[in-house]
């Protein structure tokens, strides 16, 4: 595929969205000018959950600013406490809810208490509150609702293959399992990770196969 084409594709699949250096700022500030009138505030740790939220509740025929659901990149884990400050504990006229990785789960949890929103003392309490979190990221939770196959399917459609062959050659990742290559060639990239949050997420919807933290929060908000 003509190195065109596949520029093509990744706007196609980013649309709507920011990217770039500053994306991460601009996607807060975006979000911070919905959440007025907002019923629900999901909070997430970066653009790739955003998106990926996003579609899977545009697969599902979900209009989020019609349910006035704001969902919120907020630049990183250790921002939650902030947040989670900034709109209050459960009962003030928000309610909040929020996905992260299993890395940043403790910092999550933390951040409830301190907040006043909650005191989660396991991933169920967490969950009672309507926080998720994905084993062990967002990548992990697609590669394996999709598979190791599906993946690859997918970088071809995309004209990624080769890059991701070249990838698997290099002698670092030559010997590594084929989910492990597939983390580190999404994670290549913040253009690549945010364009295959939305691409492997409604592969996903197609399968019926979306990841729990994903499907179980949508279904609370």
């Known amino acids: 595929m003509a190195t065109t084409d596949r520029r093509e594709l990744a706007r196609r699949a980013l649309d709507g969205y920011v990217s770039g250096p500053t994306a991460p700022i601009q996607a807060t500030a975006e979000a911070l000018t919905k959440v007025a009138d907002a019923r629900t505030v999901v909070l997430v740790e970066g653009i790739s959950d955003q998106i990926a939220l996003e579609t899977a509740a545009l697969c599902r ?6 349910e006035r659901v704001v969902i919120v990149p907020i630049g990183g ?4 406490g902030r947040f989670l400050t900034r709109f209050g504990p459960l009962g003030s006229r928000v309610r909040l ?3 992260c990785d299993l890395g940043e789960e403790e910092i999550f949890r933390r951040g409830l208490v301190a907040a006043e929103v909650g005191a989660p003392g396991t991933r169920t309490g967490m969950e009672e509150l309507g926080f ?5 990221d967002l990548e992990d939770e697609l590669i394996r609702a999709v598979g190791s196959s599906g993946v690859e399917a997918l970088f071809d459609s995309q004209g990624d293959l080769g ?3 070249s990838l698997q050659s290099q002698p670092a990742w030559r010997d590594r399992k084929p989910e492990a290559q597939l983390r580190r060639f999404l994670g290549s990239g913040s253009r690549r990770k945010l364009r295959y949050a939305r691409l492997l997420v409604e592969a ?3 399968r019926d196969t979306l990841p729990r933290p994903l499907d179980a929060l949508l279904g609370t908000v």
């Open 77 to 80: 884990a250790h921002a939650i």
């Open 97 to 99: 809810a929020g996905l």
């Open 132 to 136: 998720y979190v994905c084993v062990s």
């Open 61 to 66: 025929a979900r209009n989020l600013a019609a």
């Open 204 to 206: 996903a919807v197609g």
């Open 163 to 165: 890059s991701f062959r």
